[in-house]
């Protein structure tokens, strides 16, 4: 699993790639993987937000989701 990447270098790779630099060229740059900078210029283009989307499962779902309200 690899680490995660600062709300700030993506906002720097968003700003590279629409300097003029290629995908690639900016990854290489800020030492990520090529498809960080894909996928980080996709939810830059979709949003408009670099912040990461949550991780994990949503709240409620699991096995006493039904009753959460029952035992709460």
Known sequence: MGKAVS?????RI??????GGSRRSM??????APSTAVRVQARYAAT???????????????????YQDAII
């Open 7 to 11: 709300a700030d270098l993506r906002f």
């Open 14 to 19: 968003v700003r590279g790639i629409e300097a």
């Open 27 to 32: 990854a290489a740059r800020f030492e990520v």
């Open 48 to 66: 408009g937000s670099v912040a990461p989307l949550k991780q994990g499962r949503p709240a409620g779902s699991g096995k006493l989701g039904p």
